[in-house]
């Protein structure tokens, strides 16, 4: 969104990119504190009983579950 408001001609220190910015912030900070929450939490795959881990997105992007050590093969993803 701040890209296309830049595009769009709105000045990048403008009070609608400002706003902009502070709301991208407050989602990162909101999936930052999400996902710290997440991480503390160990759980046990149902497939094949071994522990699994909460894994941090990078940026905008989610995370995701994953297993602590290398899973059997043929193993079902994790969703």
């Known amino acids: 969104m701040i890209e296309e408001l830049e ?3 709105f000045p990048a220190d403008g009070p ?3 706003a902009a910015k502070r709301l991208r912030m407050q989602l990162l900070t909101t999936k930052g504190d999400l996902e ?4 503390r939490f160990v759980r046990d795959c149902r497939h094949c009983q071994r522990t699994v881990h909460w894994v941090p997105g990078v940026g905008p992007e989610p995370g ?4 602590a050590e290398p899973a059997p093969p043929g193993h079902a993803p994790i969703l």
């Open 36 to 39: 710290r929450e997440l991480g």
């Open 7 to 9: 595009a769009a001609g």
């Open 16 to 18: 609608t990119v400002l």
């Open 64 to 67: 995701h579950w994953a297993h």
